[in-house]
């Protein structure tokens, strides 16, 4: 599986197997990184999973859709590389990605 790394909001780096096809949200909450909460289960409707994609990886990941910038426009922490994690899913493309946690509001 590819590995995709976290850095928590305090720092720490966190490698963590994603599954191809999979959320890196599920990813991020099988291996219990620090940070990504997941209250909503993956539904978009929390922002408990809001992540900072690095800059080199934006256009790979891609945009959020309309709704997951609607849930972002409430976070104070959020900037033009946000995303939440439960609606990016793993590629093979993706094998290496840095995603910082978001600190909490």
């Known amino acids: ?6 850095v928590t909001a305090d720092g720490e780096k966190v490698d963590v197997d994603a599954k191809i096809g999979r959320s890196l949200m599920e990813a991020a909450t099988d291996a219990d990184v620090d ?3 997941a209250d909503c289960g993956g539904g978009c409707s929390c922002a408990t999973c809001h992540v900072h994609v690095h800059e080199d990886w934006t256009e790979v990941v891609g945009r959020p859709n309309d709704l997951e910038a609607e849930m972002l426009e409430f976070e104070d922490s959020s ?10 899913e793993m590629t093979d ?4 990605l840095v995603l910082e946690v978001a600190a909490e509001d």
């Open 35 to 37: 940070g990504i909460d």
């Open 79 to 88: 900037n033009e590389r946000s995303r939440l994690s439960c609606q990016i």
């Open 1 to 6: 599986m590819p590995l995709v790394t976290f």
């Open 93 to 96: 493309d993706m094998a290496g």
